[in-house]
């Protein structure tokens, strides 16, 4: 098991790739507010945890440390990517086109495993909740 320093510097190595700002990746060891996840460390594992208003909303715990950093970096693209989307508009588009694959590229600068894995989830997706787009607009 890898100590709290030790996660926040191998996702702070790995996020380089990523160009992503302090405020992209999650807190180390209590939250920083505003729903922003963080990470904790005990005997029992890695938690991912995200606080919003004083109250746990999400709390994920893995001894596998592979499975935190995807939980990570595909927490943190998601928000990269639909920033992006969100400068980078297509009117008519359903947003999630240009963000969900914004996001898989993403994830592949960290480890294209993590781009897999997220294009498999990402067609689950599709498969309840299609791409609705619409015409653009005159």
């Not at 086109?97 to 993403?106: I, K, N, S």
């Amino acid at each position: 098991m890898r100590s709290l320093a030790e996660v926040e510097s191998e996702v702070r190595r790995l996020a380089q790739a990523l160009e992503a700002a302090n405020h992209d990746l999650p807190s180390w060891g209590a939250s920083g507010g505003a729903a922003r996840p963080h990470v904790e460390v005990d005997d029992e594992g890695y938690h991912f945890v995200v606080v919003d208003r004083g109250r746990e909303q999400l709390r994920d715990t893995t001894t596998d440390f592979d499975e935190l950093l995807y939980w990570i970096f595909s927490d943190a693209t998601h928000r990269l990517a639909f920033a992006y989307e969100a400068a980078h508009r297509v009117d008519g588009h359903d947003s999630r086109r240009l963000a969900f694959a914004r996001q898989v590229e993403l994830l592949d600068r960290v480890a294209p495993s993590m781009a897999e894995r997220r294009r498999a989830e990402i067609a689950r997706i599709l498969e309840t909740a299609p791409y609705r787009d619409r015409a653009a607009r005159a």
